[in-house]
T-cell receptor, first 116, second 110 residues
Framework: EADIYQTPRYLVIGTGKKITLECSQT?????MYWYQQDPGMELHLIHY???????EKGDLSSESTVSRIRTEHFPLTLESARPSHTSQYLC???????????????FGSGTQLSVL | DQQVKQNSPSLSVQEGRISILNCDYT??????FLWYKKYPAEGPTFLIS?????DKNEDGRFTVFLNKSAKHLSLHIVPSQPGDSAVYFC?????????FGTGTSLTVIP
């Protein structure tokens, strides 16, 4: 079944650690996104990608990096985790077709990150 | 400044009644809107969408209404069920971007 997968679901780590959040999709979508979401807040765009070897920065990109070596894989790396990074991280993909409208996001289950 | 606003953080309704969730947007150029449902510690799931060429779209118990002149849309859930209890996000999708509201937490009381 076509889906989008995120691992781990939950992660508790200490300050200063380097972490990579994994995201894979079997939907054949070109465009992929990372969002951060806290309770009662809107989703904030961290990074996105139009396809292989494409990465773009969103509003909250300064403390993380992404790579897109394969269409189906879009990992997010925090070089040095801080308590302010505690949040839910959501990966999404869409069947983007150039400058068309009516784009729909499909989300993974999320990674809940706690930095102590 | 937020371009999509959901001014009601929470809403409680009785099972079987109608739930109405509201959303306002600021940019009259926005032409496609979506509603997502989110359970705690889960990712959002797509519910229903509407294009600006329509003023209503229906899918089972869910109907979205769009009032372009007021820059307002609403999601109606009839009848409401306890399983509908979740956070509902409104989103606008102008070309290549998404703008999300802050969500409305719906509680359906059995």
């Amino acid at each position: 079944e076509a889906d989008i997968y995120q691992t781990p679901r939950y992660l508790v780590i200490g300050t200063g650690k380097k972490i990579t959040l994994e995201c894979s999709q079997t939907m054949g979508h070109d465009k992929m996104y990372w969002y951060q979401q806290d309770p009662g807040m809107e989703l904030h765009l961290i990074h996105y990608s139009y396809g292989v070897n494409s990465t773009e920065k969103g509003d909250l990109s300064s403390e993380s990096t992404v790579s897109r070596i394969r269409t189906e894989h879009f990992p997010l790396t925090l070089e040095s985790a801080r308590p302010s990074h505690t949040s839910q991280y959501l990966c999404a993909s869409s069947e983007w077709k150039g400058f068309s409208t009516n784009e729909k996001l499909f989300f993974g289950s999320g990674t809940q990150l706690s930095v102590l | 400044d937020q371009q999509v606003k959901q001014n009601s953080p929470s809403l409680s309704v009785q099972e079987g009644r109608i739930s109405i969730l509201n959303c306002d947007y600021t940019n009259s150029m926005f032409d496609y809107f979506l509603w997502y449902k989110k359970y705690p510690a889960e990712g959002p799931t797509f519910l229903i969408s509407i294009s600006s060429i329509k003023d209503k779209n229906e899918d089972g118990r869910f109907t979205v209404f769009l009032n372009k002149s007021a820059k307002h849309l609403s999601l109606h859930i009839v009848p409401s069920q306890p399983g509908d209890s979740a956070v509902y996000f409104c989103a606008a999708n102008p070309r290549n971007q998404f703008y999300f509201g802050t969500g409305t937490s719906l509680t359906v009381i059995p």
